[in-house]
């Protein structure tokens, strides 16, 4: 879809998933070629994509300029939670940026699917998270691309809507974000 048109439907607090089949990160957490999440909001009529990125940390940058730089790469979902509660979701991911990328959650995300190599982690670091626990993190937890999870799990608290039902925000990837029943694919392979 043109990035135009995609434009004229997008709103804040939409999913924004960048799908890169060959990413190592897409094929070792659950094989579906999702690779990264982000959100986005509109600011000041221009759509924005609010992203945690290894290496480089939390930031917005123009939707617009990420489909110039990734072509064919990005798809777009909408949550199936009420505007109002998507709106709130990307206010407060946009007030998560400025926080630094959580290279230690990406290592308990990636484990998750490991059940050998987790039940290490766990046993040599007392990080223990429970997968069926869906209390929303902390606030002051570090973040990754996913986290993204959390602030729609926040936002949509008082409807009782859940991105990823049973599920820890911990251990939430682009891919299981992909599969849910609570996002509805709008745009797909934005291109200028």
Not at 43 to 59: V, Y
Not at 147 to 162: H, M, Q, T
Request: aromatic share 10%.
């Amino acid at each position: 879809m043109r990035y135009d048109d995609a434009r004229k439907i997008i709103r804040p607090g939409d999913l924004a998933l960048y799908y890169r089949p060959r990413s190592l990160v897409a094929r070792l957490q659950d094989r579906t070629g999702n690779s990264h999440a982000a959100m986005i909001d509109v600011l000041r009529g221009t759509a924005m994509i609010l992203e945690f990125k290894e290496w480089i940390g939390s930031r917005a940058v123009t939707l617009k300029g990420q489909v110039y730089r990734n072509p064919a790469v990005i798809n777009i979902y909408r949550p199936t939670c009420s505007p109002a509660a998507a709106d709130v979701a990307a206010t407060l991911w946009l007030r998560q940026m400025g926080r630094s990328y959580s290279l230690w959650a990406l290592v308990l995300n990636g484990v998750a699917g490991f059940p050998v190599i987790k039940f290490a982690v766990d046993r040599f670091t007392r990080s223990r998270i429970d997968p069926q626990d869906t209390t929303p993190s902390p606030w002051d937890e570090g973040r990754v691309c996913s986290g993204v999870g959390w602030a729609y799990r926040v936002a949509a608290l008082p409807e009782k809507w859940d991105p990823v039902p049973r599920l820890n925000d911990r251990l939430i990837t682009p891919g299981i974000l992909g599969r849910s029943a609570s996002f509805e694919l709008i745009a797909s392979a934005l291109t200028l």
